[in-house]
Nanobody
Framework: QVQLAESGGGSVQAGGPLMPSCAAP????????MGWYRQAPGKQREVVAT???????DYADSVKGRFTISRDNTKNTAYLQMNSLKPEDTAVYYC???????????????WGQGTQVTVSS
């Protein structure tokens, strides 16, 4: 079982920044697409940003121009730089990665445990 380790959430005032990170274990053979999702109370989980291994990115309309997803393939780590945060960005943020654990094995979706982001007005 692969466990993604998230860190860097927290509480911030509106307009401030946060940068959560997500690390996959070193024993992973290969990582494909990585992404960040969020789930606010009473709402469904939604995609925030995704990044392919070749660094092609995609963003939800609600975060375009404010959030930047990046990755360091040498560290098996993805980052989400969040600027100009708004109260409506408050949610639990989950990291997702498609990982292959050995040569020839399929890529499987794995999730982090979630990190709380709270933005106060």
């Amino acid at each position: 079982q692969v466990q993604l380790a998230e860190s860097g959430g927290g509480s911030v005032q509106a307009g401030g920044p946060l940068m959560p990170s997500c690390a996959a274990p070193g024993r992973i053979f290969s990582i494909g697409a990585m992404g960040w999702y969020r789930q606010a109370p009473g709402k469904q989980r939604e995609v925030v940003a995704t990044i392919l291994r070749g660094s092609t990115t995609d963003y939800a309309d609600s975060v375009k121009g404010r959030f930047t997803i990046s990755r360091d393939n040498t560290k098996n780590t993805a980052y989400l730089q969040m600027n100009s945060l708004k109260p409506e960005d408050t949610a639990v943020y989950y990291c997702n990665a498609k990982c292959s654990t050995r040569v020839g094995s399929a890529f499987i979706n794995y999730w982090g445990q979630g990190t709380q982001v709270t933005v106060s007005s």
